[in-house]
């Protein structure tokens, strides 16, 4: 295979060997004859990341400079580095790739032309340059060959910081300087940390344009109706937008304007952990040759992936361009969101499977963004554990929580969309003692939410967390919909619904401003006799 080399200057720094926007193919032969890729026997190429097989929050930081730091809502989330720190670790990757070969890819984050952001991802490795292609928008064969990116990101997983010299808190770095318009990563091979800092930009950049920034997915119906689908990674935003009866707008990321939404990416990166093609034929079915496989174990003679094998993570993963999907929508454009979906995967086994929200729930959920972390997301989580995640996304997050809730509030005003709150976590019981409620019936709810059969049933209040449930749900059965019916020990049920509860109030205290009819949607403890 010929390669193509140069020299190129980036952003002032200079490479010894460049290759430019090579295709997915190239790229795939590159990884398996120097990186170790293995072509998998569904023709996906499979790479594992070592140390680090999921994000690693703790280690990413934002430049604390003058445009920034009175618009940051600095917390454990956005911790800040300084310039002088910045500036070290700019320094090592300056010194550190004059001698490496580089992958550049040059595109877009963002479907919608007048809101799109131009990215450079410049890459130490194939497999992760391949990620980037897959991922983001390409540029179209009619644009002008300068590009100018609004954003570069530089990723060298064999660099490692010092934390000592460089005020990080581990050999490994994601750092977002908006004023040089610059991300480094260092130490991490893992590609999400690629998509998810774009991703952070685009959430602070998009509010003041007055575009709400959402982590969420994206689907249309036959009629032309969007549902949008809200959660943390593990929830069920992939598996239950890629759904055979509707067309996929995106997986993961989208913004909400006065046209519609539009899709930041230009392929999906599904979880694909005990995916099987029964459950999941869309991604199944899309994991095949251009797509790329982090951390599943492949059959050492067969090469045929084992989703079932937690051996490196819990966090397996497949990226794939959108274009996968069968129906999938290829502009990543859909109309006004007719249906919310609030996703949540509650390990206390309390909340009911669906629930239909008013105006100030919904404005209270979306704020306490409740969820279950699920093992491998990030590092060190083996196990489902509580959470609260401002907007269903607060490590992405840069602005203040009221500015996405603001922006949220407007939009359902204006526009009437309904919303559900989902429980894609555990019924009967616990994480350890009850079962992970069935898809098939979590997909029956949701398409009754979308398609309208949910409006004209009765509804019970829970007495607790003051949710609408509904009586019955066409293909479910009734017995599954409310969850204390679920649990054989009422008394333990509860127990864990009232320290939910508590949970949640406590959680809220943190916001300053909310009115009162937000305030009342809070869940109340209930002492029985």
Not at 294 to 309: G, Q, R, S
Request: proline share 5%.
């Amino acid at each position: 295979m010929t390669k193509t080399h140069c020299f190129m200057d980036l952003n002032n720094i200079k490479c010894k060997k460049l290759h430019y926007n090579l295709s997915p193919e190239q790229l795939e032969d590159i990884s398996v004859e120097e990186e170790g890729g293995v072509i998998a026997s569904n023709g996906a190429l499979a790479i594992y990341t070592g140390k680090y097989t999921g994000r690693s929050p703790k280690d990413r930081f934002v430049v604390d400079e003058e445009s920034v730091h009175k618009h940051v809502n600095w917390n454990k989330n956005n911790v800040a580095i300084s310039i002088d720190y910045y500036d070290k670790l700019y320094n090592k990757v300056v010194d550190y790739i004059k001698d490496k070969e580089l992958y550049v890819f040059d595109g877009y984050v963002g479907t919608d032309k007048e809101y799109r952001l131009p990215i450079r991802v410049v890459n130490e490795l194939a497999s992760q340059n391949m990620f980037s292609h897959q991922m983001l928008i390409k540029r179209d064969k009619s644009e002008t060959k300068d590009f100018q990116p609004g954003f570069t990101v530089i990723a060298l997983p064999n660099l490692e910081a010092i934390p000592e010299e460089d005020g990080t808190n581990s050999e490994a770095f994601i750092v977002l300087n908006f004023e040089k318009k610059i991300v480094l990563i260092g130490s991490s091979m893992y590609c999400g940390e690629i998509k998810k800092a774009i991703f952070t930009v685009m959430n602070y950049l998009l509010p003041f344009k007055d575009v709400l920034p959402m982590h969420c997915s994206a689907n249309m119906g036959s009629d032309g109706d969007v549902a949008l689908f809200f959660g943390l990674s593990g929830t069920g935003k992939t598996t239950l937008s890629a759904d055979v009866n509707r067309k996929l707008i995106g997986d993961d990321e989208h913004g909400w304007t006065d046209r519609g939404v539009f899709n930041f990416e230009g392929g999906c990166y599904a979880k694909c952990i005990n995916l099987s093609k029964e459950h999941e034929p869309q991604i199944w079915n899309a994991i095949r040759k251009g797509a790329l496989l982090e951390n599943v174990v492949l059959d050492e003679i067969t090469k045929a992936p084992d989703y079932d094998d937690n051996k490196y993570t819990e966090n397996t993963r497949a990226a794939f361009p959108v274009e996968h999907i069968d129906d999938a929508i290829p502009d990543g454009l859909g109309g006004i969101p007719k249906t919310i979906i609030f996703l949540t995967a509650d390990a206390t086994g309390v909340l009911p499977p669906i629930s239909k929200l008013s105006k100030p729930q919904a404005m209270y959920h979306f704020m306490s963004g409740y969820t279950s972390k699920l093992a491998g997301t990030e590092r060190g989580i083996v196990e489902p554990m509580a959470t609260f995640s401002t907007c269903f996304g607060a490590p992405f997050m840069l602005l203040k929580p009221e500015v996405y809730a603001k922006l949220l509030g407007e939009k359902m005003d204006k526009y009437n969309s309904k919303v559900f709150l989902v429980n894609t976590g555990w019924t009967g019981g616990p994480y350890g003692i009850g079962s992970r409620i069935k898809l098939k019936y979590t997909r029956a709810m949701i398409r009754a939410a979308m398609n309208g059969e949910l409006e004209n049933v009765n509804y019970i209040e829970d007495p607790i967390f003051k949710l609408a449930i509904p009586t019955e749900c066409p293909n479910v059965p009734n017995s599954v919909l409310n969850p204390s019916n679920t649990w054989d020990d009422k008394d333990e049920y509860f127990k864990s619904a009232n320290k939910l509860a508590k949970d949640f109030k406590e959680n809220f205290k943190q916001f300053d401003n909310v009115s009162e009819d937000i305030l009342k949607a809070s869940p109340e403890e209930i002492i029985k006799d």
